[in-house]
């Protein structure tokens, strides 16, 4: 009695149980409710990852049509929060309006907030799946200056977020397919990652009775960091930065240098000791947008191309097991989109949203939840008195 088990960063803690996500870091392997990454990535869109992830099978034809449809009815959001917007500096950074958009979300839908009703907890599963397309894109008019684009349900999810980017009212955005589907792809590889920083943080919210937005807005906080979900922001700042394939030695030099605090980023997973699988298919992604849109020539990701090839020579990357991660081909793809870079941890908060709600979901079926409560180990003073001063 009295003693607990000291683990920083949580190296082998489970805080949970869950029947979500399998994750293999030494072999590889990931699987949504049972089915390999490579499988739903190849077969499947993101709509339908999401009805996997929240309900635990694949929807039938009718189910997966219903589901859809669900999703398009909500995807507007409520007058009175563009306001909210126009409160923000033009330059604000898209995560900082995405902490408080979403929060905010909970002032404004009353029908979905009593968690301890599976029906509120469906429809904000519903409205937060349906408005985070609309409310990151509207991040983006904002730093613009252009209007808002209302969204257009004859779309697909993916070309409905490029819409909404790149649209204006003056000239309609036309989709091109393959760039819709690398969204889609996109979207579809990060839904889920099991008990990531971001994820465990929404568990965490949600544990103490938090109410879905408000959790979501926690996991948008933690997922911002450059070590989560601001690496693909990251990746592209560092590829900037080393400018030149001739510079690429020097940062590969300073990576390794253990008094430096630069580490090449886009590199490196706590779970993967091989080959993120995520990773794979967004290489083979990154190649068709690339081939798409004539790009094999830029010089960004000319510079992306070698380091790859060099780090994964490298001994000291060899010896760590420090692969690419999916965040170093989701920037170079999303850059080759079109989309800023500042928006592109916005995007992976997007695409997450449904894990974290369906890991939110998970913990309140549970009949053993309970509020999470770590404990610490304190090395700090032993009692000691006020001095008379
Ligand atoms: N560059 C250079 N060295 C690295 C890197 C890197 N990107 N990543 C790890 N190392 C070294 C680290 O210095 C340590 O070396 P040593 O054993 O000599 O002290 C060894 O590899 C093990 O690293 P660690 O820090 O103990 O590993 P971790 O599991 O705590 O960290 C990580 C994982 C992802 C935070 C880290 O690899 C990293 O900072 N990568 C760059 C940021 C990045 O790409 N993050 C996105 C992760 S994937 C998306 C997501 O899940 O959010």
Redesign the pocket.
């Known amino acids: 009695k009295g003693l607990f088990t000291y683990d920083p960063?949580f190296m082998s803690t489970a805080s949970c149980d869950s029947q979500i996500t399998f994750i293999d870091g030494d072999k590889g392997i990931l699987l949504h409710r049972g089915y390999p990454i490579e499988q739903l990535a190849e077969k499947s869109d993101y709509l339908e990852v999401c009805y996997l992830l929240m309900y635990g099978e694949l929807p039938s034809a009718e189910e997966k049509e219903h589901f859809v449809r669900t999703v398009k009815k909500h995807t507007m959001v409520h007058e009175q929060l563009s306001f909210f917007y126009r409160g923000f500096r033009r330059d604000a950074h898209p995560m900082a309006i995405m902490c408080g958009v979403v929060g905010a979300l909970s002032a404004f839908y009353h029908d979905s907030l009593d968690i301890n009703d599976s029906q509120h907890r469906e429809i904000a599963a519903f409205r937060l799946i349906s408005k985070m397309p609309t409310l990151a894109a509207m991040c983006y008019k904002y730093s613009t200056g252009q209007p808002f684009m209302f969204p257009r349900n004859d779309l697909t999810y993916a070309e409905n977020f490029l819409h909404m980017m790149f649209g204006t009212p003056c000239e309609e955005y036309k989709p091109n397919p393959i760039l819709a589907n690398a969204m889609d792809r996109i979207f579809l590889l990060h839904a889920d990652?099991e008990q990531?920083a971001s994820t465990s943080t929404v568990r965490l919210a949600g544990s103490s009775g938090a109410n879905p937005f408000a959790c979501v807005a926690s996991g948008i906080a933690a997922l911002w960091g450059?070590?989560?979900?601001g690496?693909n922001e990251?990746?592209l700042s560092m590829l900037e930065q080393i400018g030149d394939e001739e510079r690429i030695p020097e940062f590969i030099e300073r990576?390794?240098d253990?008094d430096d605090p630069f580490?090449?980023?886009?590199?490196?997973?706590?779970v993967y000791k091989n080959f993120d699988p995520r990773a794979k298919v967004m290489k083979q992604t990154c190649d068709e947008v690339l081939g798409e849109l004539g790009l094999d020539n830029d010089p960004l990701l000319r510079i992306a191309k070698r380091l790859e090839q060099i780090a994964l020579e490298d001994p000291y990357f060899v010896e760590?097991k420090?692969y690419p991660?999916?965040?170093?081909y989701s920037g170079i793809i999303l850059k080759a989109i079109g989309i800023p870079t500042n928006m592109f941890t916005v995007i992976f908060a997007l695409s997450r949203t449904i894990g974290w709600i369906a890991h939110w979901h998970e913990h309140h079926s549970s009949p053993i939840a309970r509020i999470g409560r770590p404990r610490q180990l304190y090395l700090g003073e032993k009692k000691r008195d006020y001095p008379e001063r």
């Not at 450059?226 to 979900?229: I, L, N, Q, T």
């Not at 580490?263 to 706590?270: K, N, P, Q, S, T």
């Open positions: 960063g990652h990531n450059p070590a989560h979900g690496a990251a990746v990576a390794k253990k580490r090449l980023m886009g590199f490196g997973h706590r760590r420090l991660n999916v965040d170093f």
